[in-house]
């Protein structure tokens, strides 16, 4: 802090008889400050809501998906391409190659049940 001379002046200035005072500064009060909490807690609450972090997520998780079968399909393409008489199936069935040591991917785990009345 500076006095009207713009010399240096400290917070502590002496007093009568070797007696030191505080000077006090103005500053926030607790009241003041709460408030200030408040507002932005509600501001943060209001951006939490219109971004909504869950559907902006999902649609990463769309894109990659939409992505990932744009990418099979460029595959199929260039394969019918290089191989115009290779059968991928008919209108019903479609023939796909998962990588497996057996004739009748036995030794693939973890894979989804077909539903009912779908035959092989």
């Given at each position: 802090?500076?006095?009207t ?23 926030f ?60 199936g ?31």
């Amino acid at each position: 802090m500076r006095d009207t001379q713009g010399e240096f002046v400290n917070n502590v200035t002496p007093a009568k008889a070797g007696v030191q005072s505080v000077k006090f500064l103005r500053s926030f009060t607790l009241v003041e400050l709460l408030i200030v909490i408040a507002i932005l807690a509600v501001l943060a609450a209001a951006v939490v809501i219109v971004l909504n972090p869950a559907e902006l997520l999902a649609q990463a998780r769309d894109s990659q998906r939409i992505s990932d079968v744009n990418t099979v399909k460029s595959a199929v393409d260039i394969f019918i391409v290089d191989n115009p008489s290779a059968s991928l199936g008919t209108a019903n069935r479609v023939y796909i190659s998962i990588p497996d040591t057996s004739a009748t991917c036995a030794n693939i785990t973890g894979l989804p049940t077909l539903p009912g009345g779908v035959g092989i």
